[in-house]
T-cell receptor, first 115, second 115 residues
Framework: AQTVTQSQPEMSVQEAETVTLSCTYD???????LFWYKQPPSRQMILVIR??????QNATENRFSVNFQKAAKSFSLKISDSQLGDAAMYFC????????????FGGGTRVLVKP | GAVVSQHPSWVICKSGTSVKIECRSL??????MFWYRQFPKQSLMLMAT?????????EQGVEKDKFLINHASLTLSTLTVTSAHPEDSSFYIC???????????FGPGTRLLVL
């Protein structure tokens, strides 16, 4: 079974600074997808970014970018120019490439943004 | 973007009653929907995978007779918590996977409190 590990329970960042969240996963598959979801205090899960394993290029969405190291099974999220609205729980998730498969979530990292 | 709604957003009920939670994909078709449970300060725990027109697949340890799932159309899945007890109090979240994509979109969640 796949496992997803987020080793940082909480990270603090100064407004306008950069913070990197780590995520590692364990799988024997070659075809899969990786995601970062944000859960603000409202508890609505919001997709931040996704990465297909077959793509070598790291995904980027505005101030959010990932560092995908397939061989190391690492998928970190970098938040640049942090804003107060970035404060939330961030969950890393894995999904097998097989159709209909479920998401496996990491334990989450709480991001605090200091003004 | 893809929108998933959940109803109700919160519910308080007496022990022994049944509660139905609806999950709808508003602007896309979803053959597959998922039901999660989230305890405070914890990650999402998958309860079951709901497939349109067929029986749901439950995760290990989840009582299928306790948590009834019906996925009657391509845009609607329902979760019924039968004979609810205080230990069923939790935050329930659904997600829907758009048939043409590999991404799950989440509903806003339902807070259930059983007295």
């Amino acid at each position: 079974a796949q496992t997803v590990t987020q080793s940082q329970p909480e990270m603090s960042v100064q407004e306008a600074e950069t913070v990197t969240l780590s995520c590692t996963y364990d799988t024997s598959e070659s075809d899969y997808y990786l995601f970062w979801y944000k859960q603000p205090p409202s508890r609505q899960m919001i997709l931040v970014i996704r990465q297909e394993a077959y793509k070598q290029q790291n995904a980027t969405e505005n101030r959010f970018s990932v560092n995908f190291q397939k061989a190391a099974k690492s998928f970190s999220l970098k938040i640049s120019d942090s804003q107060l609205g970035d404060a939330a729980m961030y969950f890393c998730a894995y999904r097998s490439g097989a159709a209909g498969n479920k998401l496996t979530f990491g334990g989450g990292t709480r991001v605090l943004v200091k003004p | 973007g893809a929108v998933v709604s959940q109803h109700p957003s919160w519910v308080i009920c007496k022990s022994g009653t049944s509660v139905k939670i609806e999950c709808r994909s508003l602007d896309f078709q979803a053959t597959t929907m998922f039901w999660y449970r989230q305890f405070p300060k914890q990650s999402l725990m998958l309860m079951a995978t709901s497939n349109e027109g067929s029986k749901a697949t439950y995760e290990q340890g989840v009582e299928k007779d306790k948590f009834l799932i019906n996925h009657a159309s391509l845009t609607l899945s329902t979760l019924t918590v039968t004979s609810a007890h205080p230990e069923d109090s939790s935050f329930y979240i659904c997600s829907a996977r758009e048939d043409r994509q590999e991404t799950q979109y989440f509903g806003p969640g339902t807070r259930l409190l059983v007295l």
